[in-house]
């Protein structure tokens, strides 16, 4: 009788579990990153959107704004770089409007260099605008001392943009420097009261905004597949 052997089974290699361990770790890490760098920018793109809607612009909508001085003056606006974001999003533009309440006078809106705005306005009592709340609409504003009567603004040569009347007008496409935007009477006098809007966009800010939600969401979706695929080892 005849025996034959049967082959001996190839020994069972126990891969000890802080090795299978760190085999996963570095998957989950690249997944957990891919995740919370996807949830960023989707809620980064969705929250621009949501904000500029369809034309790409941030409005205030209308609000009656006032001061009893000669102006409403911003803070300095440093722009730089502009060409560079302009190729991104398109041209940057500021829009502002003023119009004449309660009978009256005409608004004059300009937009201006700050250097020339300061010399303008030297030594003559205005509210400086320091920052400006969309929602709920808020000026915050700081009173600056002064005794002068301004010339009428709509004699100065400076101005980048400018309207003025009843409904004073100004779309600006923005330029690098330094630069302040004035509300007045157009005869300078003081009390100013006017209904005014606000608004600051892109020609192309919507359409970045949805690419990046709609990234951000891809990149989401990545990371969540690789925890999945890890995980479930």
């Known amino acids: 009788m005849t025996t034959t052997s049967q082959p001996t089974p190839p020994p069972v290699v126990q891969v000890p579990i802080e090795h299978r361990r760190r085999s996963r770790a570095l998957p989950v890490t690249v997944g957990a990153a891919l995740a919370a760098v ?13 904000v500029t809607g369809d034309d790409g612009t941030i409005g205030s909508g209308h609000h009656n704004v006032s001061t009893p001085t000669a102006a409403l ?5 440093d722009f730089d770089g502009v060409n560079d974001v ?12 003023a119009a004449a309440t309660d009978d009256g006078p005409p608004k004059f809106v300009g937009i201006g260099p700050a250097a020339d705005v300061d010399r303008y ?5 205005v509210d400086r605008v320091d920052d400006i709340e969309i929602e709920p609409f808020k000026l915050d504003k700081e009173r600056i001392e002064g005794t002068r009567t301004p010339a009428a603004p709509t004699a100065q040569s400076f101005w980048v943009a400018q309207d003025s009347g009843t409904q004073a007008d100004v779309n600006w496409k923005v330029r690098d420097g330094d630069y302040k935007v004035v509300v007045m ?31 951000g969401l891809i990149v989401l979706g990545a990371g969540g597949v ?6 479930s080892k």
Not at 73 to 77: E, N, P
Not at 226 to 231: D, E, F, P, S
């Open 121 to 125: 306005l030297a030594n003559v009592e």
């Open 38 to 50: 996807g949830s960023v920018i989707a809620l980064a793109g969705g929250g621009t959107l949501a």
């Open 226 to 231: 690789v925890l999945a695929r890890t995980l």
């Open 86 to 97: 302009a190729s991104f999003i398109g041209e940057p533009k500021i829009g502002v409007s």
């Open 185 to 215: 009477n157009a005869d300078g006098s003081r009390e100013v009261k006017a209904d005014s809007h606000f608004e600051a966009g892109a020609d192309y800010l919507s359409t970045v905004a949805l690419s990046a939600m709609l990234a």
């Open 73 to 77: 003056v911003t803070d300095t606006a």
